[in-house]
Each structure stands twice: as structure tokens, then as C-alpha cells.
Nanobody, 128 residues
């Protein structure tokens, strides 16, 4: 399954961007979804995740209070609203679907091991 992420771009510090991820998954409404990011020279890291029903969400400490993850199960799409962006948020952002046995909290706790499918990255560059 190929997830399609979009919405990245160049933004000044303090600005906002909204990422979208279209997920052509037949069971989309039954799987947790997440966002990860990878900065140049660094390992991929967890950013945010949301449960299948959107009842629970989890965030990395570095983005809490600034980023919001949401989903529209009718459109098979997950979003990441990013506000108050900082230069250290510069990275390629990847959406991911969780394996059926894992939930949103697992995506936070065990990151990549919980992932079933990855999307291609969308680059976010925050200038100072």
C-alpha cells in the first residue's frame, strides 16, 4: 500500500503548515496512523499518532502544544497541522499506518516496529 503525503514546503519560523496523507487502505478506519520525521544526518523519529477512531492521540515532547494530528475516515486521510514552526522542525515528514495488532500508543512507544506501511516523505524546511 502506497501512502501519499503532501503539503510540505518552505516556511519562516513561527509559521504554519498542514500536511496531508492519503491512505488507500481498505481498512483505514480500523488502523492507527502516525507521522514520523527524519532530519538530515539523524534517525527517523516519532512525531504524532492517532487511534483508528480518532479518540486518542500521542505526540513527541518536542511538538506537544504546536502540532495537531487528525484524521477523516470518510476520506482515508490523516493530517498534521503544524503551528509555531521552528528551524529544528526541518525534516522530511513521513506518514505511516500501524500494523493491525498495534495502536496509536505503540507507534509512540516502539515507533518503526509498529508500522505496516510508509508513505513517501514530504520535505518541511523552516527558515530562521
Amino acid at each position: 500500500v502506497q501512502l501519499q503525503a503532501s503539503g510540505g514546503g518552505l516556511v519562516q519560523a513561527g509559521g504554519s503548515l498542514r500536511l496531508s496523507c492519503a491512505a488507500p487502505i481498505r481498512t483505514f478506519s480500523s488502523v492507527a496512523m502516525g507521522w514520523f520525521r527524519q532530519a538530515p544526518g539523524k534517525e527517523r523519529e516519532f512525531v504524532a499518532s492517532i487511534s483508528a477512531s480518532a479518540g486518542s492521540s500521542y505526540y513527541a515532547d518536542s511538538v506537544k502544544g504546536r502540532f495537531t494530528v487528525s484524521r477523516d475516515n470518510a476520506k482515508n486521510t490523516v493530517y498534521l497541522q503544524m503551528n509555531s514552526l521552528k528551524p529544528e522542525d526541518t525534516a522530511s515528514y513521513y506518514c505511516a499506518s500501524a500494523r493491525s495488532q498495534y495502536g496509536a500508543q505503540h507507534m509512540s512507544d516502539i515507533a518503526g516496529r509498529s508500522v505496516s506501511s510508509w508513505g513517501q516523505g514530504t520535505l518541511v524546511t523552516v527558515s530562521s
